[in-house]
């Protein structure tokens, strides 16, 4: 997405609450994390409303985005998940999400938590940040991480300066406002 979504979104049933209370704002929660990691992931091809229609069916096929929960899933697990009609059924993107829980888990280890993990890396370049991911997680290639992190407060642009949203991130003090990256 880019700016424009603060033209199209506003009064969209599915786009509008999304861009009005979670596009760009910031989070720690794990859970919050690790589903919009695998949400951009499943996104890949697609379009975003698509996602956002199915965003329920990913949260039950998921466990939730428990971490602990997804990262034990097993072959039958991939099955079950490559059987459901309300998420998208590709085996590489499935296979992603569970490994990639298993590498959050292990950034408790490394850095207490995907958050803390985020943060002592911030702030980089979307080149930068791009190369990171691809090294610790599977299947995060620019497009997704740039998504990723603009959704999440890590780099500026998800909202237009004029938008009203951008005044309410702002007052959160996102990560890339706390670095003092320029819109």
């Given amino acids: ?101 298993k590498r959050i888990r292990a950034l408790r280890q490394s850095d207490g938590s995907f958050a803390g993990w985020l943060e002592r890396h911030h702030p980089r370049s979307q080149a930068e940040w791009t190369r990171l991911f691809k090294q610790t997680f599977r299947f995060t290639g620019g497009q997704i991480v740039n998504e990723f992190l603009l959704s999440l407060g890590y780099l500026p642009g998800a909202h237009e300066p004029h938008c009203p949203v951008f005044a309410r991130i702002l007052e959160l003090s996102p990560p890339w406002a706390r670095a003092g990256v320029l819109v």
């Avoid at 990691?37 to 697609?46: D, F, K, M, P, R």
């Avoid at 072959?75 to 998420?87: Q, V, W």
Wanted: glycine letters at 6%.
């Fill in 1 to 101: 997405m880019s700016a424009t979504y603060c033209r199209m979104a506003p009064g969209h049933p599915i786009h509008g609450p999304y861009h009005d209370t979670e596009y760009g704002f910031p989070s720690s929660d794990e859970r919050v994390l690790f589903e919009r990691l695998v949400l951009e992931i499943n996104q890949a091809g697609l379009s975003w409303l698509t996602i956002l229609r199915k965003r329920s069916a990913f949260f039950t096929a998921f466990a939730e985005f428990d971490v602990d929960r997804v990262a034990a899933f097993g072959p039958e697990d991939i099955d079950r998940l490559l059987g459901d009609t309300g998420i998208i059924r590709n085996r590489l993107k499935i296979e992603a999400a569970v490994e990639n829980a």
